[in-house]
């Protein structure tokens, strides 16, 4: 049984630091990523990672660009958002997503074939 478990969410305040974890069991996944979802707001990309071999590759919304770090911990099939100088807007509930085959449109939900029950990041001003 796949299970994605996010851990890390918490209430800061702008300008603090905060690393989201996403333990993965049940199989092994070529992309793994994060979304986001505010309220009242539709799910949105954040970041993601794919691998092809040993050569990984890493992308980004560019809201989060140059303050947050996603990083893959393969031995432990875990996944790690570092995030730093958060923002309020950066309030949101992040999902964990898993996707087994990584053929490309890492942006695209839809392209996700597992998905983390999400855990509250709350950013005050």
């Known amino acids: 049984q796949v299970q994605l478990v996010e851990s890390g969410g918490g209430l800061v305040q702008a300008g603090d630091s905060l690393t989201l974890s996403c333990a993965a069991s049940?199989?092994?996944?070529?992309?793994m990523g994060w979304f986001r979802q505010a309220p009242g707001k539709e799910r949105e990309f954040v970041s993601a990672?794919?691998?092809?071999?040993?050569?990984?590759?890493?992308y980004y919304q560019d809201s989060v660009k140059g303050r947050f770090i996603i990083s893959r911990a393969n031995a432990k099939n875990t996944l790690y958002l570092q995030m730093n100088s958060l923002k309020p807007e950066d309030t949101a509930v992040y999902y964990c997503?898993?996707?087994?085959?990584?053929?490309?449109?890492?942006?695209?939900?839809?392209?996700?074939?597992?998905w983390g029950q999400g855990t509250q990041v709350t950013v005050s001003s």
């Open positions: 049940g199989r092994t996944f070529d992309a």
């Open positions: 990672t794919s691998r092809s071999g040993i050569r990984s590759t890493t």
């Open positions: 997503a898993a996707m087994v085959y990584g053929y490309g449109g890492y942006g695209d939900s839809a392209r996700y074939d597992y």
